[in-house]
């Protein structure tokens, strides 16, 4: 595996990354999370009953790969990663947010759960 990241840059590619984010159960989980301020991989699993290792580090790589979540890695010992949340990852997000209401506006009733691009405004 190289150590280049391959970044989706054509716009066409949003619907494939829209697909891959939603068809996972736990994508859109984490990325809350992550919005919220839960930024650690460690504090991930914790706060995600059933979330095994292996699945956020493959969902978190996917994130970073279409530049949704931006991986930060900080010199120290023992070794310390964050996530953040990219400025597309921001547009990505809100996208998110008119998906879900415009599935509470099909279900009759406003959608309940945290919303994707909670902001801390």
Known sequence: MSGAVEKFARPS???TMLQSV????WTLHILAEIRQGVNRPGQLVRTTEGLTTKVLNERLVKLVRFDI??????PEVPPRVE?????FGQKFSGLLDEVRRLQGEL????AESVPVSASSD
């Open 22 to 25: 939603v068809g996972c159960k």
């Open 107 to 110: 279900d009759g009733s406003p």
């Open 83 to 87: 996530y953040r949340v990219t400025a």
């Open 69 to 74: 979540l931006e991986k930060i890695s900080y």
């Open 13 to 15: 590619d949003v619907a």
